[in-house]
């Protein structure tokens, strides 16, 4: 969708502003929830759901600590 293509935008950009890593994680992680409980509810199993799920915890950490990505840069 458009709105998830802006937040991998802000996620790249974030390489060069850190301040967009936490809204842009944070929202990206919104779209992930809702891809793991569509994958959940159809009754997908591991495997097509791995790659969503992933994707979930690594905004989440990005979330929570956005600064783990921009100490590995600098």
Not at 1 to 12: E, F, G, N, T
Not at 39 to 55: E, K, R, W, Y
């Amino acid at each position: 969708s458009a709105a998830s293509d802006v937040y991998k935008r802000q996620l790249i950009g974030g390489l060069k502003f850190p301040k967009l890593i936490k809204p842009a994680a944070a929202g990206m992680a919104l779209f992930m929830l809702g891809a793991v409980y569509f994958h959940v509810s159809i009754g997908d199993g591991i495997i097509p759901t791995l790659p969503s799920a992933l994707m979930l915890l690594s905004c989440l950490i990005l979330t929570i600590n956005p600064k783990f990505i921009s100490n590995k840069i600098s």
